[in-house]
């Protein structure tokens, strides 16, 4: 009996070392894809924290769960700017790269002045000016991800 108990005790031990493990045996990879870069993550964190908000405001306007979606939305523009998207890395041509790179941090610019005034109106419980901002932000997604990420990964 206590037998049994030791190898049931063991159990989740065992288990929780294998969900380690099995994704490092092809490299960091799970599934066989290649890891997210550093923007694609940044992306992650601002598409979930707007996800949140954007299903949460009506009933909790300006609260702290919404807020701090918001907080993390902003703090991921901010990194996010400061890196390159995977298609203008492997441009040849410096000069139009360079080009393409600032006319990203302005979308990113963009993008995070979307999300002030977003937290403006709901700070000031403006329902129209949350839903104008949120259409207003879904489209700065859209003609960003159309410029600046390749039709395989949007």
């Known amino acids: ?3 049994r108990l030791s190898i049931l005790a ?12 099995l994704p490092l045996q092809d490299g960091g990879r799970q ?3 290649p890891e997210k870069s550093p923007l694609a993550k940044q992306m992650e964190v601002i598409n979930g924290s707007m996800r949140t908000v ?3 405001w009506e009933a909790n306007g300006a609260s702290p769960e919404m807020l701090s979606a918001l907080a993390d ?3 991921a523009v901010l990194a996010a700017k400061a890196l390159v998207p ?8 410096e000069a139009k790269k360079d080009e393409e790179l600032m006319a990203f941090r302005v979308e990113m610019n ?5 999300m002030l005034d977003l937290e403006d109106a709901l700070i ?4 129209g000016a949350v839903e104008k901002s949120l259409a207003a932000l879904g489209d700065l997604k859209d003609a960003g991800h159309q410029r600046f990420k390749p039709a395989r990964g949007r």
């Open 110 to 114: 963009a993008l995070m002045r979307g």
């Open 124 to 127: 000031a419980g403006d329902n």
């Open 31 to 33: 599934g066989g894809r």
């Open 1 to 3: 009996m206590i037998r």
């Open 10 to 21: 063991l159990l989740p031990l065992t288990l929780g070392l294998l969900a380690f493990a």
């Open 54 to 56: 954007g299903r949460g």
């Open 73 to 75: 939305a902003e703090q």
């Open 86 to 93: 995977g298609m203008l890395a492997a441009m040849e041509d």
